[in-house]
């Protein structure tokens, strides 16, 4: 048994008579004893062997006879009930490092919290404040410690790496010397989850860049530094990677660094086939070391005879086969959404008026934004009844009036009961221009009902797109029991769009389901669900979703005009009743 083992018992044991309101002195007693331990440069197996453990100050005769028994049998009577004094739920907020374990029981006290994930809700959500004592800088620190907890147990989905990873290029990019900085790794193919950030930088000295990197304040340590090469880990706990090379090698090292490995695996092999060409991360060489190219990534492509390979594609799923036959699709791109089919006000849960939304809308590019506050039985999300529907859309009205190039679209975010009926009447509904349908609630259904459910909301005539189809949140939940293939079959069917919810809580469907929905012929649409403006955002890995996809703005229904969404939900409507009434 390792000292580090000892010292954690105690720690563990300090932490639940804390928390259990014991007396000071003890507590103290405790924690004195693993500061003595974790400062010991012998093994207490050892001390303990030769009868010297109560030698060490701070080291008694009753816990050097708890150490004892903890390192001869692995377990420790005293700690075991003291553990089942303690509510379990509790037990495991004080997991989270930085949060001691008064604060963990004062929270858990007033506020209720019963897991990590509630308690990372309430942080952001800033409920945490109304526990005494707690300022925004502890929450903050809870927030990290959470962070750091998860990433131990392994990678962060990207659109988290994401903001990380834009903190870091404008750093970057404003040090002397750096001519350029970019995402390389699982983060530029928008993987779901990334183990790491890989950064690169183009320089004419890339050995001082990466010096100065490791010097950053945002680094909390450094694993590794070389002269092109240096590696750190953030306070979160994320892992950071950058390399620097000369800008002639730019486009070769992106492409290396960028990866897949398969990818990259597959492309050597086609590279030797094709006439014997190298290539590795400063350029393609010939035989007899000829250079062909490395600037930018094209020349690395072209010199095996392919297109340029979007990153989302190089996962070694054939993408390469496709780039040397001409056959890659023209993939979707940000720049392609015209608007945004989902999103909420301050009618229901949104945070802010129609018109900021609107005009958020605009600021990023879009001419329509589907205005989809929630429906009446959500009650948690203050859902409009009918009349309060008719009501918003005078003030939807009066928005278009003042806003002669963009246009709200006047929508709902319609609850599929549990039952399968849609939470507006028929006449509610058909007065609206897009309806999104969505389970919110009776989550647990099984597979049968849950699918039954779904279908049925996507025969309706007034329903356009079903939103979030898994209902998974990434911070506190997992998939309902929904057969998707099932229900990807009757969106085809039923000329129902299936939406890419690029919510960084939620990402669904994700990439593989969306893959999955394009090969079935269904239309998808790219959404945020924003809450407030900022959330706006959200599109954008809702594209990086569709791009791993493989889709192309045809297969998108928010690519197309306010008219042709339009047209689109009367062909569906007309259909429905034609065909599923
Ligand atoms: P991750 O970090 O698990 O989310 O996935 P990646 O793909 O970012 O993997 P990472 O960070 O280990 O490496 C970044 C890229 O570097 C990887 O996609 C391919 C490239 N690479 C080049 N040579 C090697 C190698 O020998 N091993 C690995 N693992 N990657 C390599
Ligand atoms: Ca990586
Ligand atoms: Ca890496
Ligand atoms: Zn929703």
């Known amino acids: 048994m390792k000292n580090a083992e000892v010292a954690a018992m105690l720690s563990r044991i300090a932490d639940l008579l804390e928390i259990k309101g014991e007396n000071f002195f003890k507590i103290r007693a405790y924690r004195e004893a693993v500061r003595q331990v974790d400062n010991l440069t012998t093994d207490v197996e050892e001390l303990l062997r030769q009868g010297k453990l109560k030698d060490v100050p701070g080291i008694g005769a009753a816990i050097e006879q708890k150490i004892g028994e903890f390192v001869t049998s692995g377990e420790l009577d005293f700690l075991t009930r003291l553990e089942a004094e303690v509510p379990p739920a509790l037990l495991e907020l004080t997991r989270v490092p930085g949060l001691g ?12 919290i019963m897991s990590l994930d509630a308690l990372e809700q309430a942080a952001v959500t800033h409920r945490l404040q109304k526990v ?13 410690g959470i962070a750091m907890l998860k990433r131990r147990e392994g990678r962060i989905f990207f659109p988290q790496a994401w903001l990380l990873a834009e903190s870091f290029l404008t750093t970057l990019r404003a040090l002397p010397g750096v001519r350029r900085a970019e995402v390389a790794g699982s983060l530029r193919r928008a993987r779901e ?17 990466t010096r100065q990197f490791a010097t950053l304040p945002q680094v909390q340590d450094v694993i590794a530094q070389g002269d092109t090469k240096s590696s750190i880990r953030v306070r979160s706990g994320m892992q950071v990677d950058l390399r620097a090379v000369k800008p002639e090698s730019f486009g070769a090292a992106w492409q290396y660094f960028t990866g897949s490995q398969a990818h990259n695996v597959q492309l050597r092999g086609r590279s030797e086939k094709m006439g014997r060409l190298k290539i590795n991360e400063y350029g393609v060489f010939r035989e007899d070391g000829t250079r062909l190219g490395g600037e930018t990534e094209e020349e690395i492509y072209a010199a095996v005879g392919c297109a340029w390979i979007p990153p989302e594609l190089r996962e070694g799923w054939g993408e390469i086969e496709a780039a040397g036959r001409g056959d890659l699709p023209a993939l979707v791109q940000e720049a392609d959404l015209r608007g945004d089919l989902h999103a909420h006000s301050n009618w229901s849960d949104g945070r802010n008026e129609i018109a900021v939304m609107a005009q958020a809308a605009r600021g990023r590019g879009y001419r329509y934004l589907g205005m989809t506050d929630h429906s009446q039985s959500l009650q948690i999300a203050e859902g409009l009844t009918p009349e309060r529907f008719a009501q918003r859309s005078e003030e939807i009205a009066r928005v278009n ?14 609850d599929i009961l549990p039952d399968g009926s849609l939470d507006l009447p028929d006449d509610c509904l058909a007065a609206l221009d897009v309806v999104v349908a969505s389970v919110h609630t009776a989550l647990d259904q099984p597979t049968e009902v849950m699918t039954q459910r779904v279908l049925s909301a996507l025969r309706s005539p007034h329903v356009d797109i079903l939103g979030h189809p898994t209902c998974r949140r990434l911070d506190r939940r997992g998939e309902t029991s929904v057969d998707l293939e099932a229900v990807i079959a009757e969106a085809v069917r039923t000329g129902t769009a299936l939406e890419i919810n690029g919510s960084a809580w939620r990402l669904d469907l994700n990439d593989t389901w969306a893959r999955r929905a394009r090969e079935a012929g269904a239309l998808l649409v790219v959404d945020s669900d924003a809450h407030y403006p900022a959330e706006l955002e959200g599109a954008r890995f809702g594209c990086a979703i569709a791009r791993r996809a493989g889709l192309t703005p045809k297969q998108v229904l928010n690519t197309r005009d306010a008219g042709g969404v339009l047209e689109h939900a009367a062909a569906k409507a007309a259909r429905a009743i034609a065909n599923f009434r």
């Not at 374990?101 to 209720?112: E, M, S, V």
């Not at 989850?193 to 860049?209: C, F, K, M, N, Y």
């Not at 009036?401 to 319609?414: H, I, Y």
């Open 193 to 209: 989850t990334v183990r790491d950030l890989d950064l690169l930088v183009a320089s004419d000295d890339p050995d001082g860049v």
């Open 132 to 144: 005494r004592g707690i300022k925004a800088k502890t929450e903050e620190n809870i927030l990290g």
């Open 401 to 414: 009036a003042q806003m002669p190039d963009f246009r709200v679209l006047s929508g709902a975010e319609v």
């Open 101 to 112: 374990p008064r604060t963990a029981k004062d929270i858990y006290d007033a506020l209720g």
